[in-house]
């Protein structure tokens, strides 16, 4: 390691940190990331330790060949705040831009001719007229369910994601007891939900459900207008990030992993890497939860066992490399078919000729295992089914990527499992999606905690609190 970013010399337009001003963020995922540069704008010396050799964390991109490939689609929505104040943090506002409107074309493998592609839609008129038309032309669902389904939208903005007692009830038994279909719940509710929440409607906790629905399509018209970025996501999250913590003078340390935690009897903390302790006055852990367990100190938390209670979901993707174009739009998302979210990432992967197309299989449980084959042998015919022509097309690459434990389950009861920033033990803080940010496990939560925990730790420092990243002022 290297001993530079040890002097505390002050980036460029930030004032230097003084005595009792030191920090180490345990994780180069969004969540330690934006940590560090909060940390590290409002003056602290910050270190950041990663073990992967690259930053990012679960959103990143690798080599395969001469593609550049991300190992999932990743988009954000317009109400996604704290994740746009990032964008703009790192300066990579231009390289994820938004639809200028929602649009999100849907394609059903089993449509009759003519009413195969819907679309949903918003127009310029206030919530939640905004959505009106979009659902009256809806060829989906029958005229019925699209009368239900605005009734049940009506009933979910009456709720408070914030009441505990509906973290305990399953979203699914809320659109039962408002006469929602089973087809209205795959064409509408689980089309959104799965995609957000990684969960099916009758493992999702209806707070969640709630907070997703509510706040992205019925509290602003613009809210759930979709961004992607359009160039690999390694380019954001690890080049531009680590240029950002950099010219913000925080030291980051690749290849890094922290073996153990201590407080001193001074207070400080004492964080040990291989070769090096580190002495620290605040430490935050920007790790998953099992691996914060692990590197909790005894009585930091009161019942640090929830931690291990929380549960994991798993994500697939499934990426397909076609030798001429197949698809004339950015993205669509499937109806009456296994294949969920598809997405264009020909330009951004750096291919030339053909198209490369990526399918997004959340709540990949009962897939997540199974071999290259035999996923190539059940999506390349759905491909096919929903794209004609792919039929004349032959396939010149096919391979999966696969997160086991992409986010956090958010069945019901989550909520009360899910820890705040602070802990008992003076100047140790927790930041991650699983934190409680009351998101679901998005990019936008992890960055929401990394806010979370530096607001917490400058607070107890003393400090002012940095208005640029105050995401509930984020324009």
Not at 6 to 12: A, D, E, H, L, S
Not at 68 to 87: E, K, M, P, S
Not at 265 to 271: I, K, L, P, S, T
Not at 308 to 319: D, F, K, Q, R, W
Request: aromatic share 6%; proline share 6%.
């Amino acid at each position: 390691m290297t001993d530079a970013a040890q002097t505390g010399r002050p980036p460029g337009g930030h004032r230097a940190g003084g005595p009792g001003s030191t920090a180490v963020v345990v994780g180069g995922g969004l969540a330690g990331v934006t940590t560090a540069l909060a940390l590290a704008d409002a003056g602290v010396r910050v270190t950041l330790l990663e073990g992967r050799p690259r930053l990012g964390g679960l959103a990143f991109s690798f080599q395969r060949g001469t593609l550049t490939v991300d190992n999932g689609q990743h988009v954000y929505l317009r109400c996604c705040t704290a994740y746009r104040w990032f964008l703009d943090r790192i300066d990579a506002t231009a390289l994820a831009p938004l639809q200028n409107r929602l649009d999100v074309p849907v394609l059903d493998a089993d449509g009759r001719p003519g009413r195969r592609l819907g679309r949903l839609r918003r127009d310029a008129l206030p919530v939640p007229l905004h959505l009106g038309r979009s659902l009256a032309t809806y060829p989906h669902l029958s005229l019925a369910e699209r009368a239900k389904v605005g009734r049940a939208a009506l009933a979910l903005q009456a709720l408070d994601p914030d009441d505990p007692a509906l973290d305990e009830r399953d979203f699914a038994g809320f659109l039962a007891a408002h006469g929602q279909s089973a087809r209205a719940v795959e064409a509408l509710w689980d089309l959104v939900g799965v995609a957000t929440l990684n969960a099916v409607a009758r493992d999702a906790s209806l707070g969640l459900a709630a907070m997703v629905f509510r706040t992205g399509l019925l509290s602003d018209p613009g809210a759930a207008d979709i961004g992607w970025a359009h160039v690999p996501l390694g380019e954001l999250h690890d080049r531009l990030a680590r240029k950002a913590l950099d010219s913000a003078g925080v030291r980051t340390e690749l290849r890094t992993r922290v073996t153990a935690l201590s407080a001193g009897e001074d207070g400080a903390w004492r964080v040990e890497v291989p070769g090096e302790s580190l002495h620290a006055d605040t430490v935050v852990l920007a790790v998953p939860q099992r691996e914060a367990y692990d590197l909790l100190p005894p009585g930091a938390l009161d019942r640090p066992e929830r931690l291990l209670e929380i549960g994991t979901a798993p994500i697939l993707n499934v990426h397909v490399v076609y030798d001429r174009t197949v698809l004339s739009r950015p993205f669509f998302a499937a109806l009456g078919s296994p294949v969920q979210w598809v997405f264009d990432r020909t330009e951004a992967s750096g291919l030339s000729e053909g198209q490369y197309l990526a399918l997004s299989q959340s709540a990949a449980h009962h897939e997540i295992d199974q071999s290259v084959a035999a996923l190539r042998e059940r999506y390349l015919p759905e491909l096919e089914r929903l794209l004609p022509r792919t039929r004349d097309a032959r396939v010149k690459d096919f391979f999966v990527t696969r997160e086991r434990t992409a986010t956090f389950a958010p069945t019901p009861g989550v909520g009360r499992l899910r820890p705040g920033a602070r802990t008992k033990a003076p100047g140790l803080y927790l930041a991650g999606a699983w934190t409680a940010t009351g998101w679901p496990a998005t990019m936008e939560s992890a960055v929401r905690s990394g806010v979370s925990a530096a607001d917490a730790a400058l607070a107890a420092l003393g400090r002012p609190r940095n208005h640029l990243f105050a995401h509930e002022e984020a324009a």
